[in-house]
């Protein structure tokens, strides 16, 4: 008897524990790890609420160009309720709530390596919301937003947006903790490429100096170009010069180049790792490797290298075909000229000069007041041009020797920019000219503000005629005076 009253005594302690432990499962939401997908709760609760369509996927498209994309939305806006699998006999209250810890979860069950969101970014509106008494589905929709413009989705990784049931209200449910989360993935695809920012390029190689950069000479295997790639990539780019397209490139542009004479290395292969970083824009250097002699580039036809995209290493990552070659256009010159701080020699009488120009837009005539320009007074001015303008200047008889010109500007503004800009310099003996033929010495430019433009060649030549072509001054051209030395 007394036995059977302790089994009794054990039996109501049981109930009774029983009886608080539902209670609790029935008015709030309980466990150790709320990130443990396989987490079960009491057979005895058999209502479970759950979110029907937990995962939700959008997807955006970069071109290869990445100028343009597709997505399959303009806002990432989802929208879903919250369902019980049985109706019950009170209200049921939810609550979600924004939980990036769910996304380490998922990688790890996943094996894969989305990433979490800023959650200043996600707007969650109804956060809480109520399944009716004998009905199955919340009378109002869960809500996510994410508050960042579609064209900034650039990383391939992925995005994340996990919502979780946060806490419930209502006697005999439980969470379905399979199906009590919602994901909101942002998947973006891109294809990588590698290519040329430009089709061309030119660099002048004057007679036993090396390339001019304008600020003074390199070797030729020295010369740096750059390749791009759309993101980041440690990919190999294997480059080869195709010298069948030189012929092409000729007749297309009017030119006559020559193929490199032999010690220009016809391969090349450039690790894309440890470039730059521009913008989305991924550059890395190479240089040319020309191992010949230097005056074996004596052809006045100039020489063309064009370098063409041949092999790119990677499955993700590919070539723009407009963009795949580039043209290294290599003009041979026997001059070269630079701007100096004084007279380059003595200074030549005037007597006989002339001087004509032209309108270089629009070859229009202007006006040359050549008793001004000419008379060794630098302060009288005689013109203002829209330029840029083209100059030719008769000396009226071959001179030889000639080491340098001056170009004078108004001298009381050049502050105000009222100074050279830039000019091509030039020269024809008489033979020359009554062929039509000038040798140009390549083009200064400056943005110091002198009164004075001293402009010296590498070595002195011989002109009845010099012309000053595409002559532009910083602000505006008032010319005062020209001069020739020897």
Same mark, same amino acid.
């Given at each position: 008897?007394?036995?059977?009253?302790?089994?009794?005594?054990?039996? &109501?302690?049981a109930?009774? /524990?029983?009886?608080?432990?539902?209670?609790?499962w029935?008015?709030t939401a309980?466990?150790?790890?709320?990130?443990?997908?396989?987490?079960t709760?009491?057979?005895?609760?058999?209502?479970?609420?759950?979110?029907?369509?937990? #995962?939700?996927?959008?997807s955006?498209?970069?071109?290869?160009d990445?100028? =343009?994309?597709?997505?399959?939305?303009?806002?990432v806006?989802?929208?879903?309720?919250?369902?019980?699998?049985?109706a019950?006999?009170n209200d049921?209250?939810?609550?979600?709530?924004l939980d990036?810890q769910?996304?380490?979860?998922?990688?790890?069950?996943?094996?894969?390596a989305?990433?979490?969101?800023?959650?200043?970014? #996600?707007?969650? !509106?109804?956060?809480?919301?109520?399944i009716?008494?004998?009905k199955t589905?919340?009378?109002?929709?869960?809500t996510?937003?994410?508050? !960042?413009p579609?064209?900034?989705?650039?990383? $391939?990784?992925?995005f994340?947006?996990p919502v979780?049931?946060?806490?419930?209200?209502?006697?005999g449910?439980?969470?379905?903790?399979?199906?009590r989360?919602?994901?909101v993935?942002?998947?973006?695809?891109?294809v990588n490429?590698?290519?040329?920012?430009?089709?061309s390029?030119?660099?002048t190689?004057?007679?036993?100096?090396?390339?001019? $950069?304008?600020?003074? %000479?390199?070797?030729?295997n020295?010369?740096?170009?750059?390749?791009?790639a759309?993101? @980041?990539? !440690? =990919?190999?780019?294997?480059?080869?010069?195709n +010298?069948?397209?030189?012929?092409?490139y000729?007749?297309?542009?009017?030119?006559n180049?020559q193929p490199?004479?032999?010690?220009l290395?016809q391969?090349?292969?450039?690790?894309?790792?440890?470039?730059?970083v521009?913008?989305n824009?991924?550059r890395?250097?190479?240089? &040319?490797?020309?191992?010949?002699?230097?005056?074996? &580039?004596?052809?006045?036809r100039g020489?063309?290298?064009?370098?063409?995209?041949?092999?790119?290493d990677?499955?993700n990552i $590919?070539?723009?075909a407009?963009?795949?070659?580039?043209?290294?256009c290599?003009?041979?010159?026997?001059?070269?000229? =630079?701007?100096?701080?004084?007279a380059?020699?003595? #200074?030549?009488?005037?007597?006989?000069?002339?001087?004509s120009?032209?309108?270089?837009n629009? +070859?229009?005539?202007? $006006?040359?007041?050549?008793?001004?320009?000419?008379? +060794?007074?630098k302060t009288?001015?005689?013109?203002?041009?829209?330029?840029?303008?083209?100059?030719?200047l008769?000396?009226? @008889?071959e001179?030889e020797?000639i080491?340098?010109?001056g170009?004078?500007?108004?001298p009381?503004?050049?502050?105000?920019?009222?100074?050279?800009?830039?000019?091509?310099v030039g020269?024809?003996?008489?033979?020359?000219?009554?062929?039509?033929?000038?040798?140009?010495?390549?083009?200064?430019?400056?943005t110091?503000?002198?009164?004075?433009?001293?402009?010296?060649?590498?070595?002195?030549?011989t002109? /009845?005629?010099?012309? %000053?072509? !595409?002559?532009t001054?910083?602000?505006?051209?008032?010319?005062?005076?020209?001069?020739?030395?020897?």
């Amino acid at each position: 008897m007394k036995n059977l009253l302790n089994r009794k005594k054990a039996s &109501l302690r049981a109930l009774l /524990r029983a009886l608080v432990l539902g209670f609790a499962w029935g008015f709030t939401a309980c466990g150790d790890d709320i990130h443990d997908f396989s987490k079960t709760t009491p057979a005895d609760e058999a209502v479970s609420i759950y979110i029907a369509d937990s #995962v939700f996927t959008y997807s955006v498209d970069w071109t290869l160009d990445e100028k =343009e994309y597709t997505a399959s939305m303009d806002t990432v806006i989802v929208k879903f309720p919250v369902y019980l699998t049985e109706a019950v006999e009170n209200d049921v209250e939810v609550t979600v709530t924004l939980d990036n810890q769910l996304c380490n979860a998922y990688n790890t069950v996943h094996d894969v390596a989305y990433k979490t969101v800023t959650v200043s970014d #996600v707007i969650l !509106r109804n956060t809480t919301v109520t399944i009716p008494a004998g009905k199955t589905q919340s009378d109002s929709l869960v809500t996510v937003v994410y508050n !960042r413009p579609v064209k900034s989705f650039v990383d $391939t990784t992925g995005f994340m947006i996990p919502v979780r049931i946060n806490t419930y209200k209502g006697g005999g449910v439980k969470p379905d903790y399979e199906h009590r989360h919602s994901y909101v993935f942002i998947n973006t695809s891109r294809v990588n490429a590698v290519w040329f920012e430009t089709k061309s390029t030119e660099k002048t190689y004057v007679a036993g100096m090396g390339i001019n $950069t304008g600020s003074g %000479f390199i070797p030729f295997n020295d010369m740096q170009f750059d390749l791009s790639a759309r993101w @980041a990539a !440690r =990919e190999n780019v294997t480059l080869t010069v195709n +010298n069948d397209s030189i012929a092409a490139y000729n007749a297309k542009n009017g030119t006559n180049y020559q193929p490199m004479p032999a010690g220009l290395a016809q391969s090349y292969t450039i690790s894309m790792a440890g470039g730059a970083v521009a913008g989305n824009v991924y550059r890395k250097p190479f240089s &040319l490797n020309y191992t010949g002699e230097l005056s074996a &580039l004596n052809d006045t036809r100039g020489y063309l290298i064009p370098l063409q995209i041949t092999n790119v290493d990677g499955n993700n990552i $590919t070539n723009y075909a407009d963009r795949s070659i580039f043209y290294v256009c290599v003009k041979y010159a026997e001059y070269f000229l =630079e701007l100096v701080n004084s007279a380059p020699g003595a #200074v030549q009488p005037k007597t006989g000069y002339i001087a004509s120009g032209k309108n270089a837009n629009t +070859n229009a005539s202007v $006006t040359i007041n050549n008793g001004i320009l000419f008379d +060794n007074n630098k302060t009288n001015l005689f013109a203002a041009w829209t330029h840029p303008v083209n100059i030719v200047l008769d000396l009226g @008889a071959e001179v030889e020797n000639i080491t340098g010109v001056g170009i004078f500007m108004m001298p009381n503004n050049v502050s105000v920019g009222y100074c050279l800009g830039s000019v091509e310099v030039g020269f024809a003996t008489e033979d020359m000219y009554a062929n039509g033929k000038q040798t140009s010495m390549g083009t200064v430019s400056t943005t110091a503000r002198v009164a004075a433009s001293y402009i010296k060649p590498n070595k002195p030549f011989t002109a /009845r005629y010099i012309y %000053f072509t !595409r002559m532009t001054g910083q602000l505006g051209l008032i010319l005062s005076e020209l001069e020739v030395y020897k």
